[in-house]
């Protein structure tokens, strides 16, 4: 018997996939971080990589298409037992995010993690600074 796959915390839409790839294309390597606020909690802002200041309490949740997908260690409290999944929608965000001038908007949504899943995953760790 095979032990099954690792399940990631993050992952994403083909969707989220191919807009990450055009982003990535025209900006280089690339950053999300889902600040958890009230205004925009479920939109991670997208930016190239060393446009935003991590903070000693960020987590690096994985990537997904080559972007580190990032938030603070208290919003991962509120999203320790699901797995984020990126998404895109139609729709005009506010905000500085590579997306906004195509008319869309970077959006997550989240999947329960099995008794299973949980009981492999551990908790990700600070990121370096950059």
């Given at each position: 018997?095979?032990?099954?796959?690792p399940?990631?915390?993050?992952?994403?839409?083909?969707e989220a996939?191919?807009?990450?790839?055009?982003?990535?294309?025209?900006?280089?390597p690339?950053?999300?971080?889902?600040?958890g606020?009230?205004?925009?909690?479920?939109?991670?802002?997208?930016?190239?990589?060393?446009?935003?200041?991590?903070?000693?309490?960020?987590l690096?949740l994985?990537?997904?298409?080559?972007?580190?997908?990032?938030?603070s260690?208290?919003?991962?409290?509120?999203?320790?037992?699901?797995?984020?999944?990126?998404?895109?929608?139609?729709?005009r965000?506010?905000?500085?995010s590579?997306?906004v001038?195509?008319?869309?908007?970077?959006?997550?949504?989240?999947r329960?993690?099995?008794?299973?899943e949980?009981?492999g995953?551990?908790?990700?760790?600070?990121?370096?600074?950059?």
């Amino acid at each position: 018997m095979t032990d099954p796959m690792p399940t990631d915390r993050v992952t994403a839409t083909p969707e989220a996939v191919a807009l990450l790839d055009r982003l990535s294309a025209k900006h280089g390597p690339l950053l999300l971080h889902l600040s958890g606020g009230c205004c925009d909690g479920s939109a991670p802002l997208c930016l190239p990589l060393g446009e935003f200041r991590l903070g000693g309490r960020d987590l690096c949740l994985g990537t997904v298409a080559g972007a580190r997908f990032c938030m603070s260690d208290d919003t991962f409290q509120w999203w320790r037992n699901t797995q984020v999944i990126l998404d895109v929608i139609q729709a005009r965000g506010g905000g500085f995010s590579l997306e906004v001038p195509d008319g869309v908007r970077f959006t997550v949504r989240a999947r329960l993690f099995t008794d299973e899943e949980l009981a492999g995953l551990a908790d990700p760790q600070p990121v370096e600074i950059i």
